[in-house]
Every structure is written in C-alpha cells, then in structure tokens.
C-alpha cells in the first residue's frame, strides 16, 4: 500500500504518522471485510438446523438463534473473535491458536475466557430482550 501511496507523502512532515495512517485505514477494511466474512459464513450455515424437524417454527428458532449467535460475535473485537471462532468453533487447540495469530499462549488463554464471558453477556441479553417482547 505505502508504494501506492509514495507520491503523496510531505517529506518535510515525519514518516512515521503517515506509515501509521496508511496501516491504520489497511487494517480497518481488512477488519470490515473479514468481519463480513464471518456474518455470510454463519447466514450460510446449516449448523442451527434439525433434519428431522421442519415447519416455520423451527425456521423461526434457526433464525433467532443464528441471530443471537452473530450478535454475540459482533460484541467482541477482532481479536477476542479470532481467539473464540478458532478455539470454540473450529476446534483447534490453543498452542496452534497462538502459533497462528503470533501471540503467547497465555494471552489466547486470556482472550479465550474474555469472549467467552461477553459472548455469554450478549446473549443473556438478547434473551432477555427477547422474553420482554414475548411478553407484549
């Protein structure tokens, strides 16, 4: 990016403010693409759904709870979202988390216990949200 960007830089201002926008602004789209990524994969998905059962109540309860899921995910940052979509999700085991996202195993640990607890919030939430519309 910084090569595409080269004619525009003031070298009588610091590089290091304009290196750290142009980074910036890359992670931010890199962060609204796979968090995009992410809301398809689960809208796709089949893992909410019972073979056995059909009928537009169980179409009703895939959607509210693909719905409460997603929110929950959207309530975490990106990094607490890796660490919880990789581990709880995907399965893998915490060494190869921290391998893969280049940080100490202790911290996967750390952020693991963090998603999990907001995760849990915002579904708690949402739930409780939900059992107030019921009720109208």
């Keep these: 990016m910084v090569f595409r960007r080269l004619a525009d830089y003031d070298p009588s201002r610091p590089i290091e403010p304009w290196l750290f926008g ?3 602004r890359t992670a931010s789209v890199h962060r ?3 968090s995009r ?3 398809e994969v689960f809208a ?3 893992d ?3 073979d056995d059962a059909t009928g537009p109540e169980v179409a009703a309860a895939d959607r509210q709870a693909r719905h409460m899921v997603l929110e929950g995910l959207e309530a975490l940052d990106l990094d607490h979202r890796a660490v919880l979509i990789l581990h709880d999700i995907e399965g893998q ?3 190869k988390i921290a391998e893969t996202l280049s940080v100490p195993v202790n911290t996967v640990y750390s952020r693991l216990r ?3 607890a907001k995760f849990a919030t915002r579904v708690r939430r949402l739930r409780r949200r939900q059992g107030e519309e019921d009720v109208r």
Excluded: K
């Design 22 to 24: 142009i980074a910036f």
């Design 32 to 34: 609204r693409t796979l």
């Design 37 to 39: 990524r992410i809301v």
């Design 44 to 46: 796709e998905s089949d």
């Design 48 to 50: 909410f759904r019972d």
């Design 93 to 95: 085991v915490v060494p």
């Design 114 to 116: 963090t998603a999990r």
